[in-house]
């Protein structure tokens, strides 16, 4: 046996030694870098620590600095009160709250479950805020989708019970902050009852019982499965999810989905059972309206509401914000309108069929002092002042300021005979039997308003530059909202509906409402300035603050017949002049019934079938501006003898007739025990008017009579002495030419007919009998005009 003794190491195990001497010798200098990268790290941690503590003293900091304040008056929102003109007296009030407080017990699971499974689905095992839905609704609001607010319940109720409506992150802070604090003093339950028992539903509903009864008509308690699902989504936004507007409902139906999905996921419902509610929305049975809107109060308080969103305010701030709200409504004027109608319109038509809008704005302010709108709100919710119609030859008016605009004057003449034809054969015609009445070849723009004649004021509109397209501009200068929604020209409502720029704007077949038609004829009244017509004056916010007034807004009437504020003047008054002759001779002679100065233009429109379907007298003092409007039905439906049968021999039917004769009931009760004031004194404008050489003609003389009808009897409108016929400041006029005496009839003298109410298709006849047929020939098929 050898002495050499083998090693117990196994073999290669010298290598390795060798290796890992060779690695660690190797890896020496990396070991003196770790000492700096574990000082940095370490700095970068005690950095991050001090952060977090100092986010932490100062979250320590607002928390114990942020107290729970008082609650919100008895955890609910106030009534809005709304109130006439002086303040004081009581219009109405929006959303009397019958708030029946119901304890949590009383709530059906599937209510509790819906709210919770949409509103927040942690809210059971959150701490009042849920980090995680914040950032999950921040990233949503960033995608573009629809907005988030990222509350959970908690933060909901304390920002109505504590808080307000607010939009700043100071606020947010305060509520997060509350939300944690609030979790010490209430338990999830109560946090939940109080919620339910608090939230908006829409609807004029705070809390689950009162959204119950209003949209159900039911306790919360018997609500099932659908319903419970329904009104879980319509308190996130009752406005957008509004189960009573056609758009909204369709969103509705939408988001109601989404509940039951929530309510699957949360496994308060099986998928089978979400499957079969979601087939339908739950049946709403027809809004009910509160009583206190009954009469014409609740359309009064409808335009109040709606301008108020104008403004910006929300359903929840109208509703419950304890607004206290100061309209442009006086009782005087509202008591006229309903008792002036009340007067006048025909017994035994019921206002179901008979429609009557009627409206009353002040000049130089815009304010609708009162109005009239129909049926009782209870029984229809149309408001015809509102609504309008077709307005006739009321709307001639805007094409004789037009004109005067132009450069013509008063004494300029138009063709007055009947038919008047365009070159593409459209015919225009007069009022009377066969072809209509003829005036002669060159009537003055006074009489052709006193007389309304079709044919002149066609001849009129296409004597000027661009016409039709000018008239528009200037109607809607003067207070006629375009059709479509404008800042500029605003109205009530904010269009107007068939205004459009054609040949036949002039004989007004554009439907307007009584309001705005009161507002434009305003601004003849006030010498050409026109005001914004509005129903909303003061806003007081619950603390007592000016939220919004009128008065303080520095919103000043605008010069709107001419740029230049003198020449917008001195063409109201030449066309308020042609108005009062209007009143005073033609076929507003029934307005005279008020015992003062007055001005106005009567007019009467035609349906497709050409019967006359509705009728107007639209008229002004320097006061008082006011708009009155028969329709039936639909507001197309002809107006006949059965519903507006003749009055003192003449043809009802006619603005001249019911229209005018309101007019002057509802003004007399307006106007009693005021100031009696003059209209300014004409003004004469005369410029250079497009054509003006060929302008120049002899004061008109009416024709002998024609075997085949008799002739009008109307004398030439007779001039001012001080302003002659013919126009020397334009060009030298020869000597003038004797004015020849008319043909005597050779037949007894018939006494002189009653001035004509005179549209495209229905003028009034001269009485005692009226025409058998007052329509005029119908126009080619493809172009119809209405007057």
């Given at each position: 046996?050898?002495?050499?003794?083998?090693?117990?190491?196994?073999?290669?195990?010298?290598?390795?030694?060798?290796?890992?001497?060779?690695?660690?010798?190797?890896?020496?200098?990396?070991?003196?870098?770790?000492?700096?990268?574990?000082?940095?790290?370490?700095?970068?941690?005690?950095?991050?620590?001090?952060?977090?503590?100092?986010?932490?003293?100062?979250?320590?900091?607002?928390?114990?600095?942020?107290?729970?304040?008082?609650?919100?008056?008895?955890?609910?929102?106030?009534?809005?009160?709304?109130?006439?003109?002086?303040?004081?007296?009581?219009?109405?009030?929006?959303?009397?709250?019958?708030?029946?407080?119901?304890?949590?017990?009383?709530?059906?699971?599937?209510?509790?479950?819906?709210?919770?499974?949409?509103?927040?689905?942690?809210?059971?095992?959150?701490?009042?805020?849920?980090?995680?839905?914040?950032?999950?609704?921040?990233?949503?609001?960033?995608?573009?989708?629809?907005?988030?607010?990222?509350?959970?319940?908690?933060?909901?109720?304390?920002?109505?019970?504590?808080?307000?409506?607010?939009?700043?992150?100071?606020?947010?802070?305060?509520?997060?902050?509350?939300?944690?604090?609030?979790?010490?003093?209430?338990?999830?339950?109560?946090?939940?009852?109080?919620?339910?028992?608090?939230?908006?539903?829409?609807?004029?509903?705070?809390?689950?019982?009162?959204?119950?009864?209003?949209?159900?008509?039911?306790?919360?308690?018997?609500?099932?499965?659908?319903?419970?699902?329904?009104?879980?989504?319509?308190?996130?936004?009752?406005?957008?999810?509004?189960?009573?507007?056609?758009?909204?409902?369709?969103?509705?139906?939408?988001?109601?989905?989404?509940?039951?999905?929530?309510?699957?996921?949360?496994?308060?419902?099986?998928?089978?059972?979400?499957?079969?509610?979601?087939?339908?929305?739950?049946?709403?049975?027809?809004?009910?309206?509160?009583?206190?809107?009954?009469?014409?109060?609740?359309?009064?308080?409808?335009?109040?509401?709606?301008?108020?969103?104008?403004?910006?305010?929300?359903?929840?701030?109208?509703?419950?914000?304890?607004?206290?709200?100061?309209?442009?409504?006086?009782?005087?004027?509202?008591?006229?309108?309903?008792?002036?109608?009340?007067?006048?319109?025909?017994?035994?038509?019921?206002?179901?069929?008979?429609?009557?809008?009627?409206?009353?704005?002040?000049?130089?302010?815009?304010?609708?002092?009162?109005?009239?709108?129909?049926?009782?709100?209870?029984?229809?919710?149309?408001?015809?002042?509102?609504?309008?119609?077709?307005?006739?030859?009321?709307?001639?008016?805007?094409?004789?300021?037009?004109?005067?605009?132009?450069?013509?004057?008063?004494?300029?003449?138009?063709?007055?005979?009947?038919?008047?034809?365009?070159?593409?054969?459209?015919?225009?015609?007069?009022?009377?039997?066969?072809?209509?009445?003829?005036?002669?070849?060159?009537?003055?723009?006074?009489?052709?308003?006193?007389?309304?004649?079709?044919?002149?004021?066609?001849?009129?509109?296409?004597a000027m530059d661009d016409g039709p397209t000018?008239?528009?501009?200037?109607?809607?200068?003067?207070?006629?909202?375009?059709?479509?929604?404008?800042?500029?020209?605003?109205?009530?409502?904010?269009?107007?509906?068939?205004?459009?720029?054609?040949?036949?704007?002039?004989?007004?077949?554009?439907?307007?409402?009584?309001?705005?038609?009161?507002?434009?004829?305003?601004?003849?009244?006030?010498?050409?300035?026109?005001?914004?017509?509005?129903?909303?004056?003061?806003?007081?916010?619950?603390?007592?603050?000016?939220?919004?007034?009128?008065?303080?807004?520095?919103?000043?009437?605008?010069?709107?017949?001419?740029?230049?504020?003198?020449?917008?003047?001195?063409?109201?008054?030449?066309?308020?002049?042609?108005?009062?002759?209007t009143v005073e001779d033609g076929t507003g002679?029934?307005?005279?019934?008020?015992?003062?100065?007055?001005?106005?233009?009567?007019?009467?429109?035609?349906?497709?079938?050409?019967?006359?379907?509705?009728?107007?007298?639209?008229?002004?003092?320097?006061?008082?501006?006011?708009?009155?409007?028969?329709?039936?039905?639909?507001?197309?439906?002809?107006?006949?003898?059965?519903?507006?049968?003749?009055?003192?021999?003449?043809?009802?039917?006619?603005?001249?007739?019911?229209?005018?004769?309101?007019?002057?009931?509802?003004?007399?009760?307006?106007?009693?025990?005021?100031?009696?004031?003059?209209?300014?004194?004409?003004?004469?404008?005369?410029?250079?008017?497009?054509?003006?050489?060929?302008?120049?003609?002899?004061?008109?003389?009416?024709?002998?009579?024609?075997?085949?009808?008799?002739?009008?009897?109307?004398?030439?409108?007779?001039?001012?002495?001080?302003?002659?016929?013919?126009?020397?400041?334009?060009?030298?006029?020869?000597?003038?030419?004797?004015?020849?005496?008319?043909?005597?009839?050779?037949?007894?003298?018939?006494?002189?007919?009653?001035?004509?109410?005179?549209?495209?298709?229905?003028?009034?006849?001269?009485?005692?009998?009226?025409?058998?047929?007052?329509?005029?020939?119908?126009?080619?098929?493809?172009?119809?005009?209405?007057?």
């Open positions: 046996m050898s002495g050499k003794r083998r090693s117990d190491a196994p073999a290669g195990s010298s290598t390795r030694r060798r290796a890992a001497t060779s690695k660690s010798a190797t890896s020496s200098p990396s070991r003196g870098r770790h000492p700096r990268l574990r000082r940095v790290v370490t700095w970068l941690s005690l950095l991050g620590v001090l952060g977090l503590l100092l986010l932490a003293g100062a979250a320590f900091v607002i928390y114990r600095s942020v107290n729970l304040p008082a609650a919100n008056a008895e955890f609910e929102t106030e009534t809005s009160f709304i109130y006439y003109a002086d303040g004081e007296a009581e219009l109405g009030e929006f959303a009397i709250q019958n708030r029946e407080r119901i304890p949590l017990a009383d709530m059906p699971q599937t209510m509790k479950d819906a709210v919770v499974a949409i509103e927040n689905p942690t809210f059971w095992t959150d701490k009042g805020v849920d980090p995680k839905g914040i950032l999950r609704a921040a990233f949503s609001n960033a995608q573009g989708n629809e907005v988030q607010g990222g509350s959970t319940i908690t933060q909901q109720y304390i920002k109505v019970l504590y808080l307000n409506q607010e939009r700043s992150y100071t606020r947010k802070i305060k509520e997060a902050v509350l939300s944690l604090k609030i979790q010490q003093q209430l338990s999830k339950n109560e946090i939940l009852d109080g919620y339910l028992n608090t939230i908006y539903f829409g609807n004029g509903s705070y809390g689950v019982q009162a959204a119950a009864k209003s949209y159900f008509q039911k306790p919360a308690a018997e609500l099932d499965l659908r319903e419970s699902a329904a009104l879980a989504a319509v308190l996130n936004n009752p406005s957008l999810f509004d189960p009573y507007e056609k758009e909204s409902k369709k969103r509705l139906r939408d988001r109601f989905r989404i509940v039951l999905g929530e309510m699957v996921e949360q496994e308060n419902v099986t998928a089978a059972e979400a499957d079969q509610a979601s087939k339908r929305l739950p049946k709403f049975p027809e809004a009910t309206v509160s009583s206190a809107y009954g009469g014409q109060k609740g359309h009064a308080l409808k335009l109040v509401k709606d301008e108020l969103r104008a403004l910006g305010y929300t359903d929840a701030e109208i509703d419950g914000g304890g607004l206290r709200v100061t309209t442009t409504f006086t009782e005087k004027a509202m008591t006229a309108a309903e008792a002036g109608v009340a007067e006048v319109r025909p017994e035994g038509r019921t206002d179901e069929e008979l429609h009557i809008g009627v409206a009353t704005v002040e000049p130089g302010t815009g304010k609708l002092l009162g109005f009239f709108g129909g049926q009782d709100y209870l029984a229809s919710q149309i408001n015809w002042a509102e609504a309008g119609g077709m307005v006739g030859s009321t709307f001639k008016p805007f094409s004789l300021a037009t004109a005067l605009e132009q450069g013509f004057a008063l004494s300029d003449t138009f063709e007055g005979n009947s038919p008047y034809e365009f070159p593409d054969g459209l015919s225009v015609r007069n009022e009377g039997e066969g072809d209509g009445n003829d005036y002669g070849s060159a009537v003055s723009a006074t009489t052709a308003m006193q007389e309304s004649i079709n044919t002149a004021f066609v001849d009129m509109s296409a000018k008239i528009l501009q200037t109607a809607q200068k003067m207070g006629v909202p375009p059709p479509q929604a404008s800042k500029k020209y605003p109205g009530i409502p904010a269009t107007s509906r068939d205004l459009e720029a054609d040949a036949l704007i002039t004989l007004g077949k554009a439907r307007i409402s009584p309001i705005n038609m009161a507002n434009a004829f305003a601004t003849i009244a006030d010498e050409g300035r026109r005001s914004e017509v509005h129903v909303v004056e003061k806003v007081v916010s619950q603390d007592g603050k000016h939220d919004y007034d009128r008065s303080a807004q520095d919103i000043e009437a605008v010069p709107a017949m001419a740029k230049d504020p003198q020449t917008s003047e001195d063409i109201a008054a030449d066309v308020s002049y042609a108005l009062q002759r002679r029934n307005a005279t019934a008020i015992g003062r100065p007055a001005a106005g233009k009567t007019g009467t429109a035609t349906n497709d079938k050409d019967e006359v379907s509705s009728s107007w007298f639209v008229g002004y003092t320097p006061q008082l501006a006011t708009a009155v409007m028969y329709v039936r039905g639909d507001g197309d439906d002809q107006l006949d003898e059965d519903w507006l049968p003749s009055y003192e021999g003449a043809a009802g039917y006619f603005g001249s007739n019911y229209p005018t004769r309101t007019w002057a009931a509802v003004m007399q009760a307006d106007l009693e025990g005021t100031e009696e004031i003059e209209f300014p004194e004409p003004a004469y404008v005369d410029g250079e008017a497009p054509g003006d050489e060929d302008r120049d003609a002899p004061v008109y003389v009416p024709p002998a009579p024609q075997p085949t009808r008799a002739p009008p009897t109307r004398q030439p409108d007779p001039e001012p002495t001080q302003k002659p016929t013919q126009k020397p400041t334009k060009k030298p006029q020869p000597d003038p030419v004797p004015v020849p005496e008319p043909i005597p009839v050779p037949t007894p003298e018939p006494p002189p007919p009653a001035p004509t109410d005179c549209s495209l298709f229905a003028c009034d006849p001269p009485p005692p009998p009226p025409p058998q047929d007052p329509s005029p020939a119908t126009p080619p098929p493809a172009r119809r005009a209405v007057g």
